[in-house]
């Protein structure tokens, strides 16, 4: 009797759980939860603030091709490696509003002039010292591109560039307020997101310059 007795003992202290084990154990699994959280908000600012950003468009100046309130994805990374092009969809802030976020199309590239003549753009550099007129198939036939200078010439200054909405008539705009420092760039549009039935890569003007 007293052997079975001390084995059922013996069988009931292996059952017995210690509380300071299931007080470490419950430690280890909030300190594994925290270091998770740590890691995705530190992805998370990596994400925005150095590679991609949605910028929600207000406002119809880049239509035909950008709808008001439309949902675009932004990337930050190559414009540290490579220039800005002509043609490259932009989001930036206008000189001396930091506070705003504006989307623009490059059209003039440093140490350039541009000229708006006869409703179209006209490129002046050093590979066409007497000019060259774009191309812009993006831009429909009844959209205007008027100038507000008599002459309609533009100089673009070093690390510097011109843009314009896709929508002349109603765009604020380099014909506004001038060059855009390239240190004012935020990044090239990458992916149209929302609304869902525009989801695809952003497409950008190509120019042979």
């Known amino acids: 009797m007293d052997n079975k007795a001390d084995q059922k003992w013996s069988e009931n202290l292996d059952k017995i759980e210690d509380p300071l084990n299931e007080k470490f154990s419950f430690f280890e699994f909030i300190w594994d939860l925290l270091k998770t959280a740590i890691v995705v908000v530190v992805v998370a600012f990596a994400v925005k603030f150095f590679l991609l950003q949605p910028y929600i468009v207000d406002g119809n100046s880049m239509l035909p091709n950008f709808d008001d309130q439309e949902c675009l994805l932004v990337e930050k990374v190559s414009y540290r490696f490579n220039s800005p092009k002509r043609g490259d969809v932009i989001v930036f802030h206008p000189p001396g509003q930091n506070s705003i976020n504006y989307i623009k199309r490059i059209v003039g590239l440093p140490n350039e002039r541009v000229e708006i003549l006869e409703n179209k753009i006209k490129i002046y550099n050093n590979k066409y010292p007497d000019g060259i007129f774009l191309d812009e198939s993006y831009i429909p036939n009844n959209y205007l591109t008027v100038s507000d200078k008599k002459d309609g010439l533009y100089s673009v200054g070093n690390d510097q560039y011109f843009v314009l909405g896709d929508?002349?008539?109603?765009?604020?705009?380099?014909?506004?307020?001038?060059?855009?420092?390239?240190?004012?760039?935020?990044?090239?549009?990458?992916?149209?997101?929302?609304?869902f039935k525009n989801f695809d890569l952003v497409k950008h003007q190509n120019f042979a310059d």
């Open 167 to 195: 929508n002349r008539e109603h765009s604020s705009d380099s014909r506004e307020w001038g060059n855009l420092p390239k240190t004012n760039i935020l990044g090239k549009a990458w992916l149209e997101i929302y609304p």
